[in-house]
């Protein structure tokens, strides 16, 4: 209970909002400071970006001159803040290749996200069907979800990828073993479905047993237990009081997975050869590119701290009637 006299407290909607708003200016602060630590890093790698663009055969006078002109040898905090005001503006610079940053994401991005956005609606529905399931059915079949989830959950996604490959493209054919892309780069429905599973298997199997766990712990309120005495069905306890309980815990679960899946996403592209941004990110670690890889890095730090903010939301609704 607040101890400030009640016209001095802040309304009841702001002191809603001020929490998010400071997580999100954590999070903001968080991913500022992730940005300038991955810049610094690509820009100190050995070998040097002008060098790794014009090869081996480049004379000192050409590295010289092609760092001039890209504005490399100008003090590393300077050559970071001007990418950041750019990126404020949107407008994410140009390569050390010549080519706009803008235009390399443009076509690659959206690939990955919709990779990633398939794979994680498909662990949502996972988690809370197969998770209320095996809550509603804790004998039987559902006994094998333990020791099946906890195995799914230590497999990589390349190990996944692999057996998806070998089992149903090499050894049925059923899908293709590798991307097919339309004339506008797009993926083919098909192609979609190995990569998918790879990323959505491990965590599925993750929040599997998270939401198990979340809607056994809510089972054990006394609200739930009244419900129970009142002859209630298990289902309509399920939906209407132990649900909502687990929201949070679920919600939170599956936000931190979309960090897992965006990092999946790089690996599982690079096995089904996917026209995603782990092309991108590998070519511009090669190049030693800062820029490119600062701004791969931003554009995924902002989607996992959108849907961090869904969570938030979602927390907050279940949680309205105890603010």
């Known amino acids: ?27 903001m602060a968080t991913l500022l400071l992730v940005l300038g630590v991955v810049f610094t890093t690509v820009a100190v790698l050995p070998g040097g970006g002008a060098a790794s ?5 480049a004379t000192p006078e050409q590295i010289a001159a092609y760092e001039t002109a890209h504005g490399m040898n100008r003090p590393l905090p300077l050559r ?5 005001t750019g990126l404020l503006h949107g407008d994410l610079g140009t390569s050390l290749r010549g080519t706009a940053i803008n235009e390399m994401l443009a076509t690659k991005f959206p690939n990955t996200l919709l990779l990633g956005g398939i794979a994680l609606a498909l662990t949502t529905l996972a988690a809370i069907t197969v998770g209320a399931w095996w809550f509603l059915h804790p004998r039987g079949p559902a006994r094998l979800l333990d020791p099946v989830t906890t195995a799914a959950v230590a497999v990589p996604e390349f190990v996944v990828a692999t057996v998806l490959v ?12 590798a991307t097919v892309t339309d004339a506008t780069g797009a993926p ?15 965590q599925s199997a993750w929040n599997i047993r998270v939401a198990r766990a979340a809607l056994g712990e809510a089972a054990t309120l006394p609200h ?11 289902r309509r306890i399920l939906i209407r009081h132990v649900l909502p309980i687990a929201a949070p815990t679920i919600a939170a679960s599956l936000a931190t997975s979309v960090g897992m899946l965006l990092g999946g996403a790089l690996v599982v592209e690079s ?20 820029a490119v890889v600062a701004a791969v890095v931003a554009l995924a730090g902002a ?21």
């Open 188 to 202: 083919d429905p098909a192609s979609l479905v190995l990569p998918v599973l790879a990323l959505a298997i491990p």
């Open 166 to 177: 070998f089992t149903f493209a090499l050894g049925l054919g059923w899908l293709p073993a």
């Open 271 to 290: 096995v089904f050869n996917y026209p995603g941004i782990g092309s991108v990110l590998a070519g511009s670690v090669t190049d030693r590119d800062p």
């Open 80 to 84: 970071f803040w001007s990418w950041l």
């Open 1 to 27: 209970m607040s101890l400030l006299p009640k016209a001095l407290r802040p309304p009841n909607g702001l002191r809603q909002v001020t929490p998010w708003l400071h997580q999100l200016a954590v999070r």
């Open 53 to 57: 663009v014009l090869g081996r055969d």
């Open 224 to 234: 739930v237990h009244a419900a129970e005495l009142d002859g209630l069905a298990p």
């Open 303 to 323: 989607a996992i701290t959108g849907v961090l903010l869904v969570a938030d939301l979602v927390r907050g609704w279940s949680l309205r009637g105890q603010l």
